[in-house]
């Protein structure tokens, strides 16, 4: 029996909290100026807050299908597996966000802004220790 590997993704969310409580609250901000012109509905909160569940389960089903493609036998077998999980990611999170907007309980843009906070992030992150995108390949 093949022992699996743990998830990467709980120690590197973790690291990504100071940039995910930046993001929120600078959404949180745009949401206010929003609201002095507009008016704030609850769905911008429950929007926010949706995104943000919805981008941490994302990044943590991403650690589990990259731990658990390294168990694979061969390199094939384990990139047809992440090609799988990638694309039953991206429908599961397309098809629970459309849910929410179809439903009418989230506003479209603060659900979307959390789902950058791991871009956001790693971009930040090389940048600021003096390595480019070019250095991360």
């Known amino acids: 029996m093949k022992r699996k590997p743990k998830n990467p993704a709980y120690k590197e969310i973790r690291d990504m909290l100071p940039t995910a409580l930046i993001i929120n ?25 949706f995104g943000n569940l919805l981008a941490a389960g994302n990044f943590i089903l991403l650690g589990m299908s990259a731990a658990s493609t390294l168990t694979k036998a ?11 999980t990638y694309g039953g990611r991206y429908i599961g999170l397309f098809l629970l966000l459309a849910a929410g907007l179809m439903l009418g309980v989230i506003d479209a ?4 802004v959390p ?23």
């Open 25 to 49: 609250g600078l959404a949180m901000v745009g949401i206010a100026v929003y609201g002095l012109f507009e008016g704030v509905t609850w769905r911008a909160m429950t929007g926010l807050l």
């Open 74 to 84: 061969n390199a094939k077998k384990g990139q047809f597996f992440a090609n799988m």
């Open 109 to 112: 843009v603060p659900a979307f």
């Open 115 to 137: 789902l950058f906070i791991p871009k956001v992030h790693y971009m930040f992150k090389y940048t600021f220790k003096g390595k480019g995108f070019d250095d991360l390949s």
